[in-house]
């Protein structure tokens, strides 16, 4: 569903790129230098997609009838749609300060397993596994952005940034498993899960650029359509067991890309 409708949105932007392009080289009487009509500010918006996996574990022990067990948990993060918008303006000469913003929102699976200690026999651990489905993860970061706008025709304009992006991240997770012994003679033991919502915080940096074609104008603004690639990441460390002593880390962002309008102003 995707990619077709990112592939219908490009074909129809390279198609009116190529049109630009064509008329440029058209004799004709000479247009305004394209460097005349870059307006001050700009301001986007796109939906996208985001491409990214990977997954994240942790590990941890317990005391059970005077024994020692262990747990494990593991989860993985999968490519999901966005959201973003960008706003900003020029400030000297081609280059533009501007931020931008996105949002995504995904679901992965997970796993957890358990070894536990036997209530009548030492040393006779019994094993138990659940795996889990829509773990909920909602990602959302604001890029702070220096760029540098080249116009190339007198619609057709390529934007470059970078800068520093700070992510948020809430993220479901196997916080903790119960467990409820069977009959005698206690060969296998039952397990129930409990599911805990993280939220934590980072910093990491964006690079980008967007590809502008603007079709319409009027003395006060410009209106077009455009595309973007983008890498923002970063590193979030966050606690997946309750009674883990430590923070594992779950990589946020990745390579974006999206479609949408322009305004020019």
């Known amino acids: 569903m995707y990619r077709q409708a990112f592939t219908a949105a490009a074909f129809a932007l390279m198609m009116g790129v190529a049109t630009d392009l064509i008329a440029q080289t058209t004799p004709g009487p000479a247009p305004a230098p394209a460097s005349s009509r870059l307006s001050r500010g700009y301001f986007n918006v796109n939906a996208g997609f985001e ?101 190339l025709t007198d619609r057709l304009d390529v934007h470059v940034t970078l800068g520093p992006s700070f992510f948020s991240l809430k993220q479901d997770v196997v916080s903790e498993l119960a467990f409820a012994e069977t009959a005698f003679p206690f060969t296998a033991v039952n397990a129930t899960a409990a599911l805990a919502e993280r939220s934590e915080s980072a910093t990491g940096f964006n690079a980008g650029a967007d590809v502008s074609y603007l079709f319409f104008d009027t003395d006060q603004f410009r209106l077009g359509a455009g595309m973007f690639i983008r890498y923002a990441g970063a590193t979030v460390d966050i606690n997946l067991l309750n009674n883990s002593n430590s923070t594992v880390g779950t990589d946020v962002g990745g390579l974006q890309i999206g479609f949408g309008a322009r305004l020019r102003f």
Not at 51 to 61: I, K, L, M, R, V
Not at 69 to 89: C, E, I, M, N, R
């Open 51 to 151: 491409s990214t996996s990977g997954e994240f574990s942790s590990a941890s022990t317990f005391r059970l009838y005077d024994e020692d067990g262990s747990l494990s948990a593991t989860q993985a993060v999968d490519s999901g749609a966005l959201f973003d918008v960008a706003a900003g303006a020029r400030v000297w000469r081609n280059v533009t300060v501007g931020l931008a913003y996105h949002r995504e929102a995904t679901t992965g699976e997970g796993a957890a397993s358990a070894s536990v200690p036997n209530p009548l026999v030492f040393n006779r651990n019994r094993s138990v596994a659940l795996s889990f489905s829509d773990l909920k993860r909602t990602e959302q970061a604001v890029h702070l952005q220096l760029g540098y706008m080249l116009p």
